[in-house]
Nanobody, 124 residues
Framework: QVQLVESGGGLVQSGDSLTLACEFF????????MGWFRQAPGREREFVAA????????DYTDSVKGRVTISRDNIKNKVYLQMNSLHPEDPSIYYC?????????????????WGSGTQVTVSS
């Protein structure tokens, strides 16, 4: 059974940087496309970024392009989300997700496994 464990969330100031990590357990990490989503209170869960098992060109939602970098380490079974210049609209619970398909998807229902999330709070 695949399990995902996020870490790295916390309270930061507007303009700061933060790197989230997600550790993958219970499967062949290389076979999974990994995604990051976020959900703010009262809002739907939204796509942030995703990267294929082999790496390659990631995909990002438009609102984070240029500020966020997704990467993965297939030796450590981890995926990372580096976020720079955090905005007041960035605070959310950030979720890591794993998808068995080989393509990148920005849709929640495509992903098969989810972590429990890590909270990011940005103070002005």
């Amino acid at each position: 059974q695949v399990q995902l464990v996020e870490s790295g969330g916390g309270l930061v100031q507007s303009g700061d940087s933060l790197t989230l990590a997600c550790e993958f357990f219970g499967g062949a990490f290389y076979d999974y496309t990994m995604g990051w989503f976020r959900q703010a209170p009262g809002r739907e869960r939204e796509f942030v970024a995703a990267i294929r098992g082999s790496g390659g060109t990631p995909d990002y939602t438009d609102s984070v392009k240029g500020r966020v970098t997704i990467s993965r380490d297939n030796i450590k079974n981890k995926v990372y989300l580096q976020m720079n210049s955090l905005h007041p609209e960035d605070p959310s619970i950030y979720y890591c997700a794993a998808d068995t398909t080989k393509s990148i998807a920005a849709v929640v229902i495509i992903y098969d496994y989810w972590g429990s999330g890590t909270q990011v709070t940005v103070s002005s």
